[in-house]
């Protein structure tokens, strides 16, 4: 079998699967952010952040749309998951930054857990298996290549009221660069303080 046509190289290919997995990696992530402590817990966090603004992002852009437009009753499924997805950058937007240590960020952890949970069931129920049944797998490729593209140029900080694919794309890219600068900063920072710290 070549690597064309291997189970793995489908699922990576399939834009359903793909977004699956970055379902259960989130899902992942908030444990590994719940069971950690000190500089670990804030680096946990920062990667379930940014993963939560970019795959919101793609999704927003690309799956979203098309969703809309697709599905038997696509408006109001499309509706509601941007609703959740605005609650749900709302949130991470009042935590980017929080103290990770904090009583506080460990409520407002499991309040956003709750949400991003709701959300994902309710996208994989009403929006991607009706997408799997609806689509065929050369639409769910190219949707896969536009995700990853979109997910490429995404900003790396929620950024509430920029749900809309238009939105999106007029606002993302220099949002995005500001987002991607800022995470360099703060990583250059980071490093500043430790080093500091230990000498």
Known sequence: MDRQTTPETMREHDVIDLLLRQHSLIRDLFDEVDRSQGDARTESFARLLRLLAVHETAEEEIVHPFARRKLVDGESIINS?????REAKEMLSRMDGMDTSTS???????????????????EERYE??????????AERRALAVGVKAA????????HAGVESAAANLLLGPPVAIMDRARDVIRKAMSKKTTGESTK
């Open 151 to 158: 997910e490429a140029l995404a900003p790396t900080h929620p």
């Open 104 to 122: 506080e960020f460990s409520r407002q952890l499991q309040i956003l857990r709750a949400a991003v949970f709701a959300h994902a069931a309710a």
């Open 81 to 85: 998951r941007l609703k959740e997805e």
């Open 128 to 137: 991607f298996a009706e997408l799997r049944a609806t689509t065929s797998q």
